[in-house]
């Protein structure tokens, strides 16, 4: 079955250390995304991308970077990692609109999570 | 902006009661709306969504969702509740400015009491 898989599910790190998420999805979908989930904010948006070679920030983009070099695939990376940035990251996908002729409204589908805790 | 507001932190209900978990939003234009559920240490499930039709939506486990155009509510329903539909809820709405990016609400943590 196609499917959206993160690694590694749980992460510790020193301050100031450069860390990669992995996300990976077997769907073919154009659409990606990077949230984080925080107690009192609920999701928030770090990135996103149409497709291979398209990146966008979202709306908690500071400190976080991706690279689309294939459809399947959209790494989160850390630059120097943050106590603030001790989190749960959840990737997502959907199909773009071209992808999706009858307009079914392009459902978001989410990993299991990427715990991350910054020491 | 768009936005999507769940004006509960919690919910709490008696099993075989019926429950609510409401949802309003703001967006231009016609709204894509979704209800998504997460268990303790998961992804966020999709449950349903509004694209266009009747206003009533029927999901997974026996959710639906009434579409509200006129209060801008997206609320969830299930006419019996069961213990095991404790978790946290999330509304959702995509952005209909031509970005297809989703916006998410704070989540609706529901309890089910036996």
């Known amino acids: 079955d196609a499917e959206i898989t993160q690694s590694p599910r749980h992460k510790i790190t020193e301050t100031g250390r450069q860390v990669t998420l992995a996300c990976h999805q077997t769907w073919n979908h154009n659409n990606m995304f990077w949230y984080r989930q925080d107690l009192g904010h609920g999701l928030r948006l770090i990135h996103y991308s149409y497709g291979v070679q398209d990146t966008n920030k979202g709306e908690v983009s500071d400190g976080y970077s991706v690279s689309r070099s294939n459809t399947e695939d959209l790494p989160l990376t850390l630059e120097s990692a943050a106590s603030s940035q001790t989190s749960v990251y959840f990737c997502?996908?959907?199909?773009?609109?071209?992808?999706?002729?009858?307009?079914?409204?392009?459902?978001?589908?989410f990993g299991e999570g990427s715990w991350l805790t910054v020491v | 902006a768009q936005s999507v507001a769940q004006p509960e932190d919690q919910v709490n209900v008696a099993e075989g009661n019926p429950l609510t978990v409401k949802c309003t939003y703001s967006v231009s234009g016609n709204p894509y709306l979704f209800w998504y559920v997460q268990y303790p240490n998961r992804g966020l499930q999709f449950l349903l969504k509004y694209i266009t039709g009747d206003n009533l939506v029927k999901g997974s486990y026996g959710f639906e969702a009434e579409f509200n155009k006129s209060q801008t509510s997206f609320h969830l329903k299930k006419p019996s509740a069961l213990v095991s539909d404790s978790a946290l809820y999330f509304c959702?709405?995509?952005?209909?400015?031509?970005?297809?990016?989703?916006?998410f609400g704070t989540g609706t943590r529901l309890k089910v009491l036996a």
């Open positions: 959702a709405v995509r952005d209909t400015s031509g970005t297809y990016k989703y916006i």
């Open positions: 997502a996908s959907s199909l773009s609109p071209g992808q999706d002729p009858r307009g079914s409204g392009n459902t978001i589908y």
